[in-house]
């Protein structure tokens, strides 16, 4: 393998780990209703309610939030 090869690898690699880092994961427990974020348990609330609004305005909705299951797990309505 070459060196530009090689450069190109580790610079994809570095670039997904930085992207998954500060991502919140949509579950499959989310639908029109209600939607829950698995987050790194550092982002705020208004980060968090702003990332379920993306979400709840696909079925014309508006987040509020719920409950947290844990310091990860959160969970939002779609009114």
Do not use: H, P
């Amino acid at each position: 393998m070459n060196q530009k090869n090689m450069t190109m690898r580790l610079a994809l690699i570095f670039f997904a780990l930085g992207m998954t880092a500060c991502a919140n994961i949509l579950t499959n427990a989310s639908n029109s209703n209600q939607v829950t974020l698995i987050s790194s348990g550092n982002e705020s609330m208004e980060k968090l309610t702003e990332q379920a609004n993306a979400y709840c305005v696909k079925y014309g909705k508006k987040a509020s939030f719920k409950e947290n299951e844990s310091q990860f797990v959160n969970i939002f309505n779609c009114n």
